[in-house]
């Protein structure tokens, strides 16, 4: 079992950045490929970022690509998503998730959630 808690979530104005963690308490966290998604108040879950085992390899949403940068730190079981150049369209729900071994870029290959933190840009 993995336990998902996110931080750093918040408002802050159009054009402005934020970074969001996510800490995994787990003592096997380098086993583990994460992930980042969203979710705004009447649409779907959307996928915005995920990282390999290692952090080798990331991948990310259109929506997001060039503006948001997932990182991991395996030593702090924490991975990171440093979010610039904020919109409205970024105001969602944002939650991390964790999926031991392979890495997903669908919800439902994600064993694991967090809570989920809110980020409101503000026009």
């Known amino acids: 079992q993995v336990h998902l808690v996110e931080s750093g979530g918040g408002l802050v104005q159009a054009g402005g950045s934020m970074r969001l963690s996510c800490a995994a308490s787990?003592?096997?966290?380098?086993?583990?490929?994460m992930g980042w998604f969203r979710q705004a108040p009447g649409k779907e879950r959307e996928f915005v970022a995920a990282?390999?085992?290692?952090?080798?390899?990331?991948y990310y949403g259109d929506s997001v690509n060039g503006r948001f940068t997932i990182s991991r730190d395996n030593a702090k079981s924490t991975v990171y998503l440093q979010m610039y150049s904020l919109n409205a369209e970024d105001t969602a729900v944002y939650s991390c998730?964790?999926?031991?071994?392979?890495?997903?870029?669908?919800?439902?290959?994600?064993?694991?959630w967090g809570q989920g933190t809110q980020v409101t840009v503000s026009s």
């Open positions: 787990t003592e096997n966290f380098g086993n583990y490929a």
């Open positions: 990282i390999t085992r290692n952090g080798g390899h990331t």
């Open positions: 998730a964790a999926n031991r071994i392979f890495i997903g870029l669908k919800a439902n290959e994600y064993a694991y």
